[in-house]
Every structure is written in structure tokens, then in C-alpha cells.
């Protein structure tokens, strides 16, 4: 067995988003314009009416669309710390678009590396206030976008837009498999503009054939959520930045919509169950330490296979690989790689150990995603994020 007592300098600067989002689910397609957008919106939306607490951030650079969809252009509140940024609120939920920092119509040229200097800030910097999914609205292709958000911002999965023509089918497999190669899971496919309702006959045309996605998510093993038809009112609702579900609550397709989400949020809870090694933390007698992991405590398939609870100021992490680390908790609070407590820009150390108790304990630790743990401390800290490859390094 390793067991190593963890310094206290944070080795890197990481990500941080101030309130943390407990899933993270992307919406991709390769393909452009195939509804993206419109599903995010209209998903979020749909989630945020149920009561949950939902973010969206519009990761499309080039063609931001959320500010026209959700009716907001307002310019950001710049938030608590340097360098931190509010998300603005529409129709219940937060949200951030390059369409709020950016002004006329003119598309912006980004260059591969400014798209990852521009959306890395995007995720590390937007302070959100405590969400229960943040959606991402990817933009179209498999390039620097996809790899930026899966090292700064890796989703608990990506949901995959679709239509049923066979060129937007064959563009899907590119995307799934950059996302595969990323080790980010797919959560399934919404095939959209699947099929045309005729207003007055109510007849049914599926104007590009049939079954196409259906065969493919069959064929590939991954659920298809839903079809959702080609809806005029669905496109004049965006452009109108009132998003479709909030307009026509009681069609038809808000129905399709709504158990699409419902569906969404099995798949993405189960995928982060996966991870459900989160661990409440007890009061020990000061004498009582365990430093073997429990028997019987439940594995994960993830990097960090188990946490337990050493004594009450230590911390014990197993790896898949069979290594073995107990952290001293108030090492743990040092090495917080927080906006709060290093600075993004200079990596500079603003946590004052001084005001670190020494008799510091955790109330409990959070999985966060499939990459990271978020542990509550005892002197009400908690924005911190330990991604898995820097709790190994620090
Ligand atoms: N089900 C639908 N019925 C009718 N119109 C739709 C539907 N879904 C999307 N649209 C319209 O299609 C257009 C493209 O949609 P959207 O912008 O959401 O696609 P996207 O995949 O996000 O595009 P991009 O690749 O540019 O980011 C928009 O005008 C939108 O209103």
C-alpha cells in the first residue's frame, strides 16, 4: 500500500465555476443547424419548470444563438472575484452566450486557440448559483470546441442531435466518435425534425423516411430519447426569444419535449450514479482511525475507485489502479484550487492558511460529473473542485 500525506500547493490552476452543476450534459451534433440549439433552450427550459435549478451555456462561439432564443441581449454582472462573470436569467433558467460579449451581427472569427482560451474562461469563470444540470449547446464539428470542453468542462454525457436524413446520420458518427475518443459518454440520440403533423388533416409525413435513427441507435446500442417534428411554430417561437415550451405548454410537441427531458435526466442520473461514491461524514472519537478502506464499501468504475473515512481529519482515496492515499483534511482545504482561493490568472496563492482552522473536518465530499470531487468543509467551504488528476498530483 502507498500512503502519502499530501503537501499544500496546488500544482495547477483548475477549473472552478463558483456553485458547482451536479450533471453536465452536452448537446452535439457534427452536423450544423440540425436544432441544437432549439432542443437545449427548450430542454432547459422544460427541466427548469419542473422545480430543478438549470444552466445553459451557449459553447457555440461563432454562432451564438441563446441570447436571441431566450429573448435576453443583457450584458453580464461581473461576478464576486476578478476575472468572474454572473450568468444571466431567462424563462427560469441561467445562462451565458458569446451573444450577451459580443455586440452586432457580425459573426466573430475565432482562431483554434482563442476558442480554447475564450471557452476555458467560459467554464472556469461563470459563477453559477448552485445548479442542478448545466446544459452545454455545442457548436457544430469535431474540432477545438469538443476537446476544450472535455479536458476543462467534461460533461457527464453528451446527448446527440439528429435528423433523419442519412448525410446528417453519417456526420453522427463522427461526432460520437470524437466524444468516444474523449472518453465523454454518450447519453443517446434526439432525432429532431423527424416528421411533419399536417395542420388540418393531422396526417403524419416523414418527409426524409423512416426509422433511420431508430436503426442506428438500435444498431449502436444507445437509446433514442425522442423524435421531435418539424413544428413552424417551434422556429418563430425562437426567433421571437420565447422559447417554444414556454409559449405552447400544452402542444403536442412540448409533450414530446417534456418526456424527452424526463428521459435525459434518468440517463444522465444513472450515468452519474455510476460515480455515487459520495461520502457523508461522520463524527469519530478523535482516538478512532480506519486506515483500510471498509469491505463492503461500493466500488466505482471511475479513476477513483473509493473514498472512506479515515478519522476526522483524514480522507482516504483508492484509485483504480490499486494506489492508496489518506489526505489530511486541512492539507485538503489548503490545496482548494478555487477562484476564491488561487488566482486563475497568476496561479498565485490567495488562501491565507492563517485563517485555515487547525481542527478542520469535511461534513461531506461530492462526486462531481465522472472527473472530480467537491468536498464540504467544516468552515462552510465547498466551491472547490478536486478533478481526479489533480487530486493525484497534489
Ligand atoms: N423541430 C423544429 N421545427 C421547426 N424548426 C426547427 C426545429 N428545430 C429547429 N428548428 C429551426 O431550425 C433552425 C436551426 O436550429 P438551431 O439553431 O437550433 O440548430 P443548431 O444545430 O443549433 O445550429 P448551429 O449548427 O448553427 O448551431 C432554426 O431556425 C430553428 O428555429
Known amino acids: 500500500?502507498?500512503?502519502?500525506?499530501?503537501?499544500?500547493?496546488?500544482?495547477?490552476?483548475?477549473?472552478?465555476?463558483?456553485?458547482?452543476?451536479?450533471?453536465?450534459?452536452?448537446v452535439h451534433s457534427a452536423k450544423g443547424g440540425v436544432g441544437k440549439s432549439t432542443l437545449c433552450v427548450n430542454l432547459a427550459?422544460?427541466?427548469?419548470?419542473?422545480?430543478?435549478?438549470?444552466?445553459?451555456?451557449?459553447?457555440?462561439?461563432?454562432?451564438?444563438?441563446?441570447?436571441?432564443?431566450?429573448?435576453?441581449?443583457e450584458w453580464p454582472d461581473p461576478g464576486p472575484d476578478e476575472n468572474t462573470i454572473l450568468p444571466l436569467r431567462a424563462h427560469g433558467i441561467q445562462f451565458l452566450s458569446m451573444g450577451n460579449l459580443v455586440t452586432g451581427k457580425t459573426p466573430v472569427i475565432w482562431r483554434?486557440?482563442?476558442?480554447?482560451?475564450?471557452?476555458?474562461?467560459?467554464?472556469?469563470?461563470?459563477?453559477?448559483?448552485?445548479?442542478?444540470?448545466?446544459?452545454?449547446?455545442?457548436?457544430?464539428?469535431?474540432?477545438?470546441?469538443?476537446?476544450?470542453?472535455?479536458?476543462?468542462?467534461?460533461?457527464?454525457?453528451?446527448?446527440?442531435?439528429?435528423?433523419?436524413?442519412?448525410?446528417?446520420?453519417?456526420?453522427?458518427?463522427?461526432?460520437?466518435r470524437a466524444f468516444r475518443d474523449m472518453n465523454v459518454p454518450i447519453l443517446g440520440f434526439v432525432e429532431n425534425m423527424s416528421y411533419l403533423i399536417c395542420g388540418s388533416c393531422s396526417h403524419r409525413d416523414d418527409l426524409?423516411?423512416?426509422?433511420?435513427?431508430?436503426?442506428?441507435?438500435?444498431?449502436?446500442d444507445y437509446p433514442l430519447l425522442g423524435s421531435v417534428p418539424i413544428e413552424p411554430?417551434?422556429?418563430?417561437?425562437?426567433?421571437r426569444g420565447t422559447p417554444f415550451v414556454i409559449g405552447h405548454?400544452?402542444?403536442?410537441?412540448s409533450a414530446v419535449l417534456g418526456r424527452i427531458a424526463e428521459?435525459?435526466?434518468?440517463?444522465?442520473?444513472?450515468?452519474?450514479?455510476?460515480?455515487?461514491?459520495?461520502?457523508?461524514?461522520?463524527?469519530?472519537?478523535?482516538?478512532?482511525?480506519?486506515?483500510?478502506?471498509?469491505?463492503?464499501?461500493?466500488?466505482?468504475?471511475?479513476?477513483?475507485?473509493?473514498?472512506?473515512q479515515v478519522s476526522n481529519d483524514e480522507l482516504g482515496l483508492m484509485w483504480s489502479d490499486g494506489e492508496r492515499r489518506i489526505i489530511g483534511v486541512r492539507n485538503l482545504r489548503l490545496a482548494c484550487p478555487c477562484a476564491r482561493c488561487v488566482d486563475e490568472v497568476t496561479g498565485k496563492k490567495l488562501l491565507d492558511p492563517l485563517t485555515v482552522p487547525d481542527d478542520i473536518t469535511l461534513t461531506k465530499v461530492e462526486v462531481v460529473g465522472r472527473y472530480g470531487i467537491a468536498p464540504h468543509f467544516s468552515d462552510g467551504h465547498h466551491t472547490g473542485i478536486f478533478t481526479f488528476p489533480y487530486l493525484r498530483e497534489i
Not at 426524409?208 to 449502436?220: M, P, V
Not at 411554430?233 to 426567433?239: F, K, N, Q, R
Open 1 to 26: 500500500m502507498v500512503e502519502r500525506q499530501v503537501d499544500t500547493q496546488p500544482k495547477s490552476q483548475q477549473p472552478n465555476r463558483g456553485g458547482k452543476a451536479r450533471r453536465v450534459i452536452a
Open 45 to 73: 427550459v422544460t427541466l427548469a419548470r419542473r422545480g430543478l435549478r438549470v444552466g445553459l451555456l451557449d459553447a457555440d462561439l461563432h454562432g451564438p444563438s441563446a441570447t436571441i432564443m431566450l429573448g435576453n441581449a
Open 112 to 176: 483554434g486557440a482563442m476558442v480554447h482560451q475564450m471557452l476555458s474562461q467560459f467554464y472556469r469563470n461563470v459563477i453559477w448559483d448552485d445548479l442542478d444540470y448545466l446544459f452545454l449547446d455545442m457548436p457544430p464539428g469535431t474540432g477545438d470546441a469538443l476537446l476544450t470542453t472535455a479536458q476543462v468542462e467534461p460533461p457527464t454525457g453528451v446527448l446527440v442531435v439528429t435528423t433523419p436524413q442519412e448525410l446528417s446520420l453519417v456526420d453522427t458518427l463522427r461526432g460520437m
Open 208 to 220: 426524409f423516411g423512416e426509422g433511420s435513427t431508430e436503426a442506428l441507435a438500435e444498431e449502436l
Open 233 to 239: 411554430e417551434i422556429c418563430a417561437s425562437s426567433d
Open 249 to 253: 405548454p400544452d402542444s403536442e410537441s
Open 263 to 308: 428521459r435525459l435526466i434518468e440517463l444522465v442520473d444513472e450515468r452519474a450514479a455510476d460515480s455515487a461514491l459520495s461520502l457523508e461524514w461522520r463524527e469519530m472519537d478523535w482516538l478512532e482511525r480506519s486506515p483500510e478502506p471498509p469491505e463492503d464499501a461500493p466500488k466505482s468504475e471511475l479513476p477513483l475507485q473509493l473514498m472512506w
